[in-house]
Nanobody
Framework: QVQLVESGGGLVQAGGSLRLSCAAS????????MAWYRQAPGKQRELVADITNGASTNYADSVKGRFTISRNNARNTVYLQMSSLKPEDTAVYYC?????????????????WGQGTQVTVSS
């Protein structure tokens, strides 16, 4: 099984920065795509950014130019550097892995989610 543990959330003033981290564990050989999603109260979960194991990235229009996603394949970790934060960025941020190859079984784990970390941006 693959587990994702996020960290780095918190309370920040508008215009500030935060860096989220997500570490994947579980005897993993490699991970395909890693991503960050967010869900604000009363809204659907939405994609913030994703990154392939080849480091190709994709961003939601609302965060382009402000957020940067990156990953460390050796550590099975993905990061989200958030700058120029706005109150509308307030949400629970979730880490996501679409596919991970496991060492022991040589099978894939699919669609793994972290528990979420709260980001609150005050105006």
């Amino acid at each position: 099984q693959v587990q994702l543990v996020e960290s780095g959330g918190g309370l920040v003033q508008a215009g500030g920065s935060l860096r989220l981290s997500c570490a994947a564990s579980g005897n993993i050989i490699e991970i395909n795509q890693m991503a960050w999603y967010r869900q604000a109260p009363g809204k659907q979960r939405e994609l913030v950014a994703d990154i392939t194991n080849g480091a190709s990235t994709n961003y939601a229009d609302s965060v382009k130019g402000r957020f940067t996603i990156s990953r460390n394949n050796a550590r099975n970790t993905v990061y989200l550097q958030m700058s120029s934060l706005k109150p509308e960025d307030t949400a629970v941020y979730y880490c996501y892995v679409d596919r991970a190859l496991l060492q022991v079984t040589l099978k894939y784990a699919y669609d793994v989610w972290g528990q979420g970390t709260q980001v609150t941006v005050s105006s």
